[in-house]
């Protein structure tokens, strides 16, 4: 079947049933990570305009890797299958594109040359990848993990085999998991005296991606790992705290409730997103985007998401407090209001970042 997304228009097999068992993967689903891509890429350009190469690692169909080509960018498609590695060539061609297509063990390439951005957007975790990732890239690393089971912890042990980390499944899952892997990808770059940073992240449909820029030295490298921490999370009224340092330091029990507490980590504490490049990329998106207004709307939760290590839902926390549910307007209202900083979040319609802790939350929202 034929697939048009931004300017271009790519033959795929048809798919069976989620994409299982077809001879070359496609996902019509991840249109909006690509299309956030583009964009991406687009916006990345301005900003460090000395940048022209990009690695489509596991190019699959190459609709990611034939996009970015049509964008200018010098690209090499990448994949270990004969089938994708053919289709990626026919692809090029039916758009009048040139660009390099390996049939490879991306592991192998990436450990042989290094390319201005790379993009790993595997079956599940990205793990397998992540340590040649790193020597493949020179400045931008994009992530997609679709394993968001063990992310979050709801696939505990292999959340833990996996990412190196303790996750924990909690009402903030998705954000949870977002943090899991960017401490999984800033641990293996810092083993390189690499500082890797988040410039954009987002969870969507069921996988985080996220866009780390690179930056060398052992100094700069610490200077990530001091963002790693753990959470520590009451199931029982939702109270959480934070703490930095690879050493964690639980309180004994929860302060609000005194039941048990559970720890996760070491995880990402710092941003996810740096604003500017959030508004930047959203300038990026154009009319020829299938999904530009969702993009839009995407990156404008995302720019304005204030910067804390965790979110809540309201519903959660009403339904605990036995009170109805209000407007996410009123209620965020509500706590500026009472002088907290608060924001809805890209997790949900009804989740909210602030700096009020959940008690301050109740009193500030009570009628
Ligand atoms: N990026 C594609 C897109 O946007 O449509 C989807 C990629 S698909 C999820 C994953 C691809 O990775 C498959 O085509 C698979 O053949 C390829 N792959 C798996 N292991 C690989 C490896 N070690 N090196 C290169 N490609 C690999």
């Known amino acids: ?73 010098e690209t090499t498609l990448c994949d ?17 594109l040139a660009a390099s297509v390996r049939r490879s063990d991306a592991n192998v390439l990436m450990h042989s040359e290094a390319f201005d951005v790379v993009d790993v957007d595997p079956f599940g975790t990205p793990i397998p ?5 790193v020597q493949g890239t020179k400045h931008l690393l994009c992530v997609t993990a679709t394993d968001t089971a063990p992310l979050c912890g709801a696939h505990f042990e292999s959340g833990v085999r996996s990412y190196g980390a303790v996750p924990r499944n909690t009402e903030f899952h998705a954000e949870m998991g977002m943090r899991v892997l960017l401490s999984a990808m800033v641990r293996t770059a810092a083993r390189y005296d690499i500082a890797a940073r988040p410039i954009l992240s987002h ?25 790693l921490g753990y959470v520590h999370h009451c199931q029982h009224c939702l109270w959480r705290d934070h703490d930095y340092g690879l050493i964690a330091d639980p309180p004994e029990d929860c302060p609000v409730c005194e039941k048990h507490l ?26 020829e985007m299938g999904t530009a207004d969702e993009a839009k709307e995407l990156l ?43 924001s809805r979040t890209h997790y949900g319609g009804t989740t909210f970042k602030t700096d009020a802790d959940v008690v301050e939350i109740r009193e500030a929202t009570a009628d």
């Not at 795929?12 to 964009?39: H, M, S, Y």
């Not at 270990?80 to 009048?96: G, K, V």
């Open 300 to 342: 404008a939760t995302l720019g304005a998401e204030i910067d804390t290590p965790t979110h809540y839902d309201q519903h959660r926390l009403c339904k605990r407090w036995g009170r109805g549910a209000e407007a996410m307007d009123e209620f965020i209202e509500k706590l500026r209001d009472a002088g907290y900083a608060a």
């Open 129 to 133: 990848f992540a340590d040649a990732a």
């Open 262 to 287: 559970q720890t996760a980590g070491p995880i990402w504490l710092g941003r996810t997103c740096e604003p500017e490049f959030v508004s930047a990329v959203s300038e990026q998106v154009s009319e």
């Open 203 to 227: 969870a969507t449909k069921h996988y985080a991606r996220t866009y780390l820029e690179f930056d060398h030295g052992a100094k700069v490298a610490n200077d990530c790992i001091d963002e």
């Open 1 to 73: 079947m034929r697939v048009s997304e931004g300017r271009v228009t790519v033959t795929v097999p048809e798919q069976p049933e989620a994409g299982k068992g077809a001879d070359v993967f496609f996902n019509p689903v991840q249109e909006l990570n690509r299309d956030i891509t583009v964009a991406a890429l687009r916006a990345y350009r301005e900003r460090t305009p000395r940048v022209s190469t990009y690695l489509d690692a596991t190019a699959a169909s190459g609709i990611r890797g034939v996009r970015a080509a049509a964008n200018d960018w």
């Open 80 to 96: 270990i299958d004969d089938d994708a590695t053919a289709l990626c060539e026919q692809n090029l061609e039916r758009n009048d």
